[in-house]
């Protein structure tokens, strides 16, 4: 793993998600890094459900400012502005828990699905937006996103969404 990756999984199955953010977070957080989770409550429960499975101690975790869980259509519904993503809007309120979580920890890692929220509602500019901003916001820090998106929010038969998504990530995990 590199200082800073962004990698991207495409998913046809949520036990597949679930099964690659807890191996993710589970990673970052034996590493000694903060772990900060956007996701649906539905995806949440499920990540935290196995993470618990595994032996982590979420409560202790979160006390700690190791794991920071966020509800992604609640901080998406925030860094809207008449209906489009602001970058001030993000580095105002996603920045701050980035920062605390690196005063806490030496790297941060980080799971999202708003770019997916936005997809689903058929917004894919404003998720390829999204992930541009990420990177803005990310900067040089020591920062490993993951991403993912459903296989059905997307046309069939448009395959450039998918390679313009791609394009701004390091990494695609099949």
Known sequence: MTDREHFVQFYDDDAILADSATRFVAR????GAAC???????HRIQLEAGLKADGFDLDDAIRQGQYVPLDAPSLLAQLM??????????????WPVIALAKLRCPRVYAFG?????????????????LEKLWDQVAGPHQLSMFCAYPRRVFP???HEIVERICAHHSQVVP
């Open 28 to 31: 970052g957080l034996v590493a």
């Open 36 to 42: 900060i989770v956007v996701a649906t409550q539905a």
């Open 81 to 94: 502005v008449n209906g489009v993503l602001d970058l001030g809007r993000i580095e105002e309120i996603v």
């Open 113 to 129: 699905e708003m770019v997916a929220l936005l997809s689903e509602a058929g917004e894919h500019e404003a998720a390829i937006e």
């Open 156 to 158: 069939a038969d448009d």
